[in-house]
């Protein structure tokens, strides 16, 4: 159930004729009062005798009588609409949800005899509206502030004991909507997406790549956008603005939005904050082995889960706006064939990236820089490494989702549960071509070696083993158990720490998802499984401790 208050009015009379009306295009069938402050209000949809000046004058009273104190903009306006798969509300039962909106929102306080004066008006069977004049019996104006809030909180509980549908509500920190007006433009103009729209995602891109407030302003200017920085008399950077070529006003204008009119964290100072420069950490050690920035960006997500799991609130917002970076750049670098999925997620993603909670960026900022390196190294051409990337964080975007979830964040863990639908769509069609050359290479395995696997699949996860053997991607697991023992690590210990991540209950094949885990947590190439053997790297226990921007473990 949703409570959608409009703005304040002046014409109580004219909100009254268009809710008596036939409606816009004939949906109001049979309006009449199901409520009113007094119950006994004229109904000038069910009582012959009754006019809408009459209605308009009662509900006015209090506003004549203040006078020059009344307010120029004196009309409350509310509907309340159930969701389409609700059962129909009774004439009293939407009598009753009026009136709790009303004392939640501070309009009609119960048993408050000064109450404002208001009416329930119902013209379907879905919802109503509510009209009040914000003029209390003492003639001052009501305590309505955050009347939005309360009533939603309102409505929540109202589906629960109705048993109606549990709408997934938001916590203000949503981008604003295009207007109807913006919607009609775009429709005109033959594209499927609004100027604020396609500007926001140009605008979270270039600060998905950029590694400061100057590269991003450099890549913005080398997209289609218009780019209008504004300074204070000092010279430093007050604000910016961005429009579209050809996007003009009636005076031949460029359109032009702030910012903050993009997205809440789209404004200058908030860019300017999570660009913002620190001590560079030391490049990851694997004992001499070069780490490409695929395989470092693989990781740094890969330690996302943890993150959210250890860290207090702010740090873990800090992480999760990197993961929606991450997925704002990859639609830029992946191959053509990935990029509508991956561009799908990164969208989805975009409201799970923000909450109330204020992220403390500076914690992210070694995530930040193994991620943003991506962008500036080629795609590599045979695909495992970005299947070993959208592995991870196709994990860390569920976690993402849980976090949100245990924090009652609806909006945010929906968002995030379809970026991991499309996320996990790209991930199949990226790792069948690697997938299938491992597949290979474990079928030309001896049956003493499979047999040696399977023992070692069994003693590291009795419960799963049987299932995992029975797999189609059981040959290409085994291959990478092969190679992970041969490059010095514990492939027990490796399978153990690849299960104890979520996301494997969902997985379609347990044995497919493992095997990229594996090339993951033993730090191989994966060219080499492409190929004949792999890379000897030393085992983790051998490897100098990886710096990292996570809290460290506490037993």
């Not at 549990?166 to 997406?193: F, I, L, M, N």
């Not at 920035?293 to 693989?298: F, P, S």
């Not at 399977?454 to 059981?474: C, H, M, N, S, V």
């Amino acid at each position: 159930m949703i409570a959608k208050i409009g703005k304040a009015g002046a014409n109580t009379r004219g909100v009254l004729n268009y809710l008596y009306g036939p409606g816009r295009v004939n949906e109001h069938t049979d309006p009449h009062l199901v409520a009113s402050w007094d119950d006994f209000a004229p109904d000038p949809g069910r009582d012959e005798t009754a006019t809408l000046a009459q209605l308009a004058t009662a509900l006015d009273l209090r506003v004549k009588q203040a006078g020059d104190r009344a307010p120029d903009q004196h009309v409350w306006h509310c509907s309340v609409r159930a969701a389409p798969e609700d059962r129909t509300l009774s004439d009293g039962e939407w009598a009753a949800i009026a009136r709790r909106v009303l004392n939640a929102a501070g309009i009609a306080p119960a048993g408050d005899p000064d109450a404002c004066r208001w009416v329930a008006v119902r013209h379907a069977d879905d919802h109503i509206h509510i009209v009040a004049t914000k003029v209390r019996g003492d003639l001052t104006p009501p305590r309505n502030w955050n009347d939005y809030m309360r009533a939603d909180k309102e409505c929540a509980a109202i589906e629960e004991e109705y048993g109606l549908r549990q709408v997934v509500r938001g916590d203000r920190t949503a981008t604003k909507r295009p207007s109807r007006a913006e919607q009609e433009k775009a429709r005109r103009t033959g594209s499927a997406t609004t100027p604020r729209e396609r500007l926001r995602t140009t605008v979270r891109t270039a600060v998905a790549a950029a590694t400061d407030t100057e590269e991003f302003f450099t890549i913005l200017r080398g997209t289609e956008v218009l780019v209008d920085i504004q300074r204070f008399p000092s010279g430093d950077i007050r604000g910016y603005k961005v429009a579209l070529p050809g996007d003009t006003n009636a005076q031949g204008e460029p359109v032009w939005f702030s910012g903050s009119t993009l997205g809440p964290d789209l404004s200058y100072p908030k860019i300017s904050e999570r660009l913002a420069p620190t001590e560079p950490a030391p490049m990851d050690g694997y004992s001499g082995l070069r780490r490409t920035a695929w395989q470092q960006a693989a990781d740094a997500a890969d330690r996302i889960p943890d993150v959210l799991d250890q860290a207090d609130d702010a740090v873990a917002q800090a992480h999760i706006t990197v993961l929606a970076e991450t997925l704002d750049a990859l639609p830029l670098i992946a191959p053509a064939s990935y990029k509508p999925q991956l561009a799908q997620a990164a969208a989805a993603f975009e409201r799970a990236s923000r909450s109330r909670i204020r992220a403390r960026h500076q914690q992210a900022q070694a995530t930040r820089r193994a991620i943003k390196a991506i962008v500036r190294e080629p795609a590599p051409k045979d695909g495992a490494l970005l299947a070993i990337l959208l592995d991870a964080l196709l994990l860390a975007v569920v976690a993402a989702q849980h976090w949100h979830h245990t924090r009652h964040h609806d909006q945010q863990a929906e968002a995030a549960r379809q970026a991991a639908d499309h996320l996990r769509a790209a991930y199949h069609a990226a790792a069948v071509p690697p997938l299938t050359v491992i597949h290979q290479r474990g079928l030309r395995l001896t049956v003493t070696v499979q047999q040696r696997q399977a023992t070692l699949l069994r003693q590291a996860l009795p419960d799963l083993a049987e299932q995992i053997l029975t797999e189609p991607g059981w040959p290409a697991l085994a291959a990478a158990l092969t190679d992970t023992a041969a490059a010095g690590h514990d492939p027990v210990v490796l399978l153990a720490e690849a299960t104890r991540r979520r996301e494997l209950d969902t997985a379609t094949s347990i044995s497919e998802v493992l095997t990229w885990r594996l090339h993951r947590l033993a730090g191989l190439d994966p060219q080499p499984a492409m190929g004949a053997a792999p890379t000897p790297t030393p085992s983790r226990a051998a490897r100098p401790a990886v710096p990292t921007d996570r809290p460290r473990r506490t037993r």
